[in-house]
Structures are given as C-alpha cells and as structure tokens.
C-alpha cells in the first residue's frame, strides 16, 4: 500500500478497530516499515486526530476519544459495507428507514466516482418486513440501558392492553437481540425472579431509573443464544425432535430450504437430509415439502409420525 492517503485511511482504520497497536504490528498489517508508520502518525495528528504514544518494549499507539476529532475517514472498502448495510435497513424492522435513505444519498454525494461505480454493481432493494417496524428511540433506549447495566421499568402491550395488568415490569436488561425482523430484550425480571425475553415493539419503557445492577450470567452464556434456545423451546439449544431421510433431488437443489438442517449429497439425484423440529409431525412436514420421493427414514419416531400424517391427508381428501 504505497499511496500514503490510502495507507493513512487504512492506518486510522486499524487505530480504531482496538485500543492499542504496537508500531510493528502496525508496520506489519500494512506492508511498510516502523519508520514510515511514525510518519504517517504525524500526518494525522497534523490533521487533528489525537494519537497518543504507548510507552512498552516496540512501542505503540493509541487513537484518544475527545470532542476535536475530526470527521471520520472511510476507505472503500467501508463505504461499500456501509452502503450494503444501509440499503438492508427496510428489511431489519427499525423505523429509521427514510433516515437510512437520506443518510445513503448524503454518502453517495461525497463518494470518488471510481468508489461510486461499484457501490452501484451492488445496488439492490430490501424487501421490507412484514411486522411492525419497531420505534428506533425504543431501542436505542434499550440499548443503552443494557450498555449502562441500569434496570429499566416498562408497561408491556399486548394487543393494544396493558398485560398483565398491574405495575410496571422491572427488568436488568442482558442484550438487545435481532431475530427474523423483530427485535428482543433479554432480561432478568426482578418481580419473577427469572430471566425473560421481551418484543421491543410491545415495551413502552417509562422513566429512567438511574439504578444499576451487576450483570449476571445469561442462560447460555450470551444474548443470542438464550433467543435461540427460546425460540427451540429446549434448555440446551437443539431441536426437541431431529429426523432424517434420503430425498429424491440432488443436494443443490435441496440446500437453499433447509435452514438450520443439513444436507449430504449421495449421488447426483439424491441426498439426505437431516432436520429439527418442535415434534416429529413438524419434521414431517418439512420433509414434505420437498414434493420429492422420500427413502430410509429414521428414527421410528418420524416414521410413525408421517404415518399418522398419512392418514389424516387422505381422510382430508376423501372429505
């Protein structure tokens, strides 16, 4: 990386990505020497940006926080996946999206033209989601609340109704947490002494509290994965009921409806493929789905349940 205005930008993204780089490592990452690093230090400070020096063995340096920072620097590579990002934003169910619209016009003003031709390769249109976008000061309150470790207190709607009625919930919030267009606070409710997860869209938060909790240890070990383990309705995280069988398509074809199944490819007509379900009758239909020959089966479980299935489709039809 030759050009010094590239080197640069790509010097102040890695300052930014961690709190400390040594000037070797720096001058390893971009392919110059330690000198040529200090150098380049210097430009940016000249510019404004505050990089303080790391006292240690090599040396090193750390971008400060402060209100004199200049505006951000992106290379292309950052604008792309901005730009990306910001096109996505319809289909995340957050109520930001002219916000998102006005902010990708304004970026693409300023962009050089050679950055401009491949933001326009990818250019592509989100489908929005289905379900009511959520109040993006909602969120962000949420956010920071579970940022602050500060306990939040909130009226929970259900169907246009206070539920259950009474007092406010109190929660310690854990994570905020994305899951097919909508979006969940993970909690730990203080009135039922047990973790919770709350749609962000049904929470009218009240007054901050300003009162702060020490984090305890989520279910799972993250946010996430207590979403996931929720949404399986198992403590460990898989599936209640897991099935396979060989179905009569080439692997290629099978793959993109799968999920969060697998596929093996067996010969080039056939594959098998494993799925999970709340019960076997759920992994029955899915297998079903597939409108193709089905073979071997298992367990016994999926059998009888396709069985029984079996039965009820042609007692349907006869009707």
Excluded: N
């Amino acid at each position: 990386m030759s050009e010094p205005s590239s080197r640069m930008l790509a010097l102040l993204s890695l300052l930014q990505l961690r709190r400390e780089w040594s000037g070797t490592v720096l001058a390893d990452r971009l392919g110059v020497t330690p000198r040529t690093i200090r150098r380049d230090v210097d430009r940016l400070r000249e510019l404004g940006y505050s990089v303080s020096a790391v006292r240690g063995s090599e040396g090193g340096y750390r971008l400060d926080a402060g209100d004199a920072v200049p505006p951000l620097l992106l290379d292309d590579e950052q604008v792309i996946a901005l730009t990306v990002a910001l096109q996505m934003v319809p289909a995340l169910g957050v109520d930001v999206g002219d916000a998102a619209e006005r902010a990708l016009a304004t970026l693409r003003r300023v962009m050089p033209d050679r950055v401009r031709r491949r933001v326009d390769a990818v250019e592509f249109a989100a489908m929005p989601t289905t379900v009511d976008p959520v109040d993006a000061e909602i969120l962000r309150s949420m956010g920071e609340a579970t940022r602050a470790r500060e306990l939040v207190r909130f009226d929970y709607v259900v169907d246009d109704q206070v539920s259950p009625a009474g007092p406010p919930r109190r929660i310690e919030p854990h994570g905020v947490v994305g899951a097919g267009s909508r979006w969940y606070v993970v909690g730990f409710d203080l009135d039922r002494d047990d973790w919770r997860l709350f749609r962000v869209d049904r929470m009218r938060p009240k007054m901050r509290t300003g009162v702060t909790f020490t984090a305890r240890e989520v279910p799972g070990g993250s946010a996430g994965e207590y979403v996931r383990r929720h949404f399986r309705g198992t403590a460990s995280g898989e599936w209640a009921c897991t099935g396979e069988a060989a179905v009569a398509l080439p692997a290629s074809a099978v793959a993109p409806f799968v999920g969060d199944g697998a596929v093996e490819s067996l010969d080039d007509s056939r594959c098998r493929v494993r799925l999970g379900a709340w019960s076997w009758t759920g992994v029955a239909a899915s297998m079903l789905r597939f409108d193709a020959d089905l073979s071997a089966v298992e367990p016994p479980e999926l059998v009888e349940a396709m069985r029984a299935m079996a039965a009820r489709l042609s007692d349907a039809a006869a009707s």
